[in-house]
């Protein structure tokens, strides 16, 4: 490969063929204009996935993609096998239901051209962070903090093959958060240079034909966004101060919504919380949340009752809202 390619996309797919076409569809002539290669790892899709990339291959010619024949691999060791596909000093890992905007891309494909010895591009997910500018951090502290739920998103790291090739990823298989993993492993307890870019964001990728489901909706919401969650975070290494720990933790519950007062109203309604499931992750919750007992409120609060109430808070003040609260949108 040239070694203008200092910049590569790296995408891991498992029978989500449909999401994939329409990401390529929606950034090829993107890649194209800045000249960045995509490398794509299939997961033992049995769907048209291959079909897929092959198409969008005739249409790219930096596209490199790799198919595991074998046993379906856990997500962890997709995205490990994924950005170890690619052979480029940097790796952005994209998920395929986000979307990268034009401006996003350049400007960091800009950044990168210029050569600054920076370890980790850490990007804006959906204008979360606001109070942030775009700055470098070097403290590990600060680092988790302050971006953890940001870099969280696995759209939202741009690594340097010293990340990758560090071999952190045995630790972390099966945490749920290997991709943030990786990264504060490697930020521990060593000299260590992140950019922040503050003012472009990660978005969602929209299509009226996607179907957009994953753990934050479905039953795995508390397993995944409390337990799991404190559980890595605890189990960083002890570079990491207890009070950024727990920063990192109520920070999560507050910038991804889950654990807002609508979040867990919509998590009531759509029937993942009740009392039973609040005292299995009381411990978790109480580290997440402010008020506590507000949570036990709303686990108890008839499920019916809380629906009729939202779909009329939301026709009164917010129209554009009541499809979430009636469909689970």
Known sequence: ???????????PTYNRANFLDILLEKHINIFRQCDIPVFI?????????????????REYHLITSKTNTGDVLITDESIETALKLSNTKYRWLLGDAYYLSSKLVRHVSGIISQGKDVDLYILNLNNIIKDIPSSICRNNNQLLSNFSTIMACVSCQIYHEKIINSDNFNKYKGSSYLQLGITLEYASGKNFCANWVQNFSVTSLKNKSLEKKNWSTGKSVLKVGAKKWTEFIFSLPESYSTTAKLIAIKNFGKQTKIFTIQGLMLMRVRGNL?????????KEIALMVDYPFVVIIISIIPISLLKTACIIFTGLFKRDKIKQWCFNE
């Open 274 to 282: 009740n009392y039973a499931s609040y005292k299995q992750h009381s």
């Open 41 to 57: 790892y299939n997961n033992a899709s049995t769907d048209d996935t291959d079909l897929v990339i092959n198409k969008w291959k």
């Open 1 to 11: 490969m040239s070694t203008r390619h200092n910049l590569s996309i790296v995408i």
